[in-house]
């Protein structure tokens, strides 16, 4: 009778460029990065001066570069030298509202003086590796399960300089790294390319919306108090409650659209009499807090017809006053420039600014008639509905993105 062998399993992707070979090494993420906490400078100190990178800026951009960074900061020598950023290092979102998000990570790719901000833990370069294959590595799901457990907090996870040094990763050689990041970056041109198509469309959006809020919009004096009650989004939860039971918005959903319908969600679970404030259709929500002054109050209405919470960091307005206003116009309406404006004085805070909310709720703004509001809802939606065809093409992008990160890393 045959021996029974237990086959060897070789640490190689499952899809590897023909012209390679030879097992990848695994190494901790301390032997390539030495990792720093960011910079937290007060409120009056945002808007001028150098470019200030928040954890949005990793969020949203395939990499950070310079002119994609959306804050300014005015620095010291002493904390330029410190805080700034080179070429090549990687930064990693410290803080998150749920923790399948703790740890997202993104490269620095500029020559520009950048500095971090206090959310944000910076892996700066003290080994050879290539920039985008990092990235990409860092995004595959091997390296999410690994960072992910490092994550920690009741109502906020955290993850720390400590938990990233004891992250193991598989790593190629560097000739195989550069390949793999062109590959992959070629993919997120196309990406880019469709994004920029998207961005067009919303620009114009946009105008034409600032352009008829401008030409309509002083036929009505309210404020939100007027228009409706507010509450606050859920209380009382820990980190245990997080991942399953009954669908939560979260901050990241209310911050990125201004429409949020039945997708997207995360899952919390509810004790059997708990009260938590549940969100309806046609409710105005907000983010209480941000890293810069300029990113708080972000807005978005929900038109879903779902039972479905609201994450801690936002609050929302159930509308009643519906002889004043068309609730889906509010979509438009609070990513006006002019709402913007009214919005950016009540932020207030030093290492996190927070909306004042008591005051922004009894502040008056001006409206179009509710005529009007419907008229401007109906023209802006059908070019709202050729952005959702063009993010329908977006998504499979993505998903083919998704498919090569599973499969080229291990």
Request: proline content about 3%.
């Amino acid at each position: 009778m045959a021996e029974n062998k237990e086959k060897k399993v070789l640490n190689v992707p499952n899809l590897r460029f023909p012209e390679f070979e030879g097992e990848w090494e695994e190494h901790y993420l301390s032997d390539y990065l030495d990792f720093k906490n960011g910079l937290n400078p007060k409120p009056e100190r945002f808007g001028k001066g150098i470019r200030f990178i928040s954890v949005m800026d990793i969020l949203n951009n395939a990499v950070i570069t310079n002119d994609c960074i959306r804050a300014s900061v005015d620095v010291s020598e002493e904390e330029l030298l410190s805080f700034c950023v080179e070429n090549g290092d990687i930064l990693f979102q410290r803080s998150s509202e749920t923790l399948e998000d703790v740890g997202r990570a993104n490269v620095y790719m500029d020559n520009k003086p950048a500095v971090f901000g206090g959310f944000v833990i910076r892996g700066k370069k003290k080994a050879e590796y290539d920039p985008l294959f990092f990235r990409y590595l860092l995004a595959s799901p091997f390296a999410r399960k690994k960072i992910i457990p490092m994550g920690a907090g009741a109502q906020h996870f955290n993850i720390g300089q400590e938990g990233l040094n004891k992250v193991k990763l598989h790593f190629a050689l560097l000739d195989e790294q550069k390949k793999i990041a062109r590959l992959l970056s070629l993919l997120d041109e196309r990406i880019a390319i469709q994004n920029k198509i998207i961005d067009k469309l919303k620009s114009l959006i946009k105008g034409l919306n600032n352009h008829l809020y401008q030409q309509y919009g002083n036929e009505i004096e309210t404020s939100f108090a007027d228009l409706g009650v507010s509450y606050s989004g859920l209380s009382g939860k820990t980190a245990t409650d997080f991942g399953s039971g009954k669908p939560f918005i979260t901050y990241l959903n209310v911050y990125s659209n201004n429409v949020i319908e039945e997708t997207s969600y995360q899952y919390v679970r509810m004790g059997e009499n708990e009260k938590q404030n549940i969100v309806r259709y046609g409710d105005v929500l907000f983010t209480l807090s941000s890293e810069t002054p300029e990113e708080v109050g972000i807005g978005s209405v929900f038109l879903g017809n779902q039972e479905v919470y609201l994450n801690s960091f936002c609050f929302g307005v159930h509308i009643t006053n519906i002889q004043k206003v068309f609730s889906p116009y509010l979509s438009y309406y609070i990513s006006t420039t002019q709402f913007r404006k009214f919005i950016y004085p009540f932020a207030q805070g030093s290492t996190r600014f927070n909306l004042c909310k008591a005051d922004f709720e009894k502040s008056k703004f001006k409206l179009p008639s509710l005529e009007n509001q419907k008229r401007i809802y109906e023209s802006l939606k059908c070019l709202s509905g050729k952005v959702a065809a063009e993010d329908a093409i977006l998504k499979q992008y993505h998903s083919q993105k998704q498919y090569l990160l599973r499969q080229m890393f291990i």
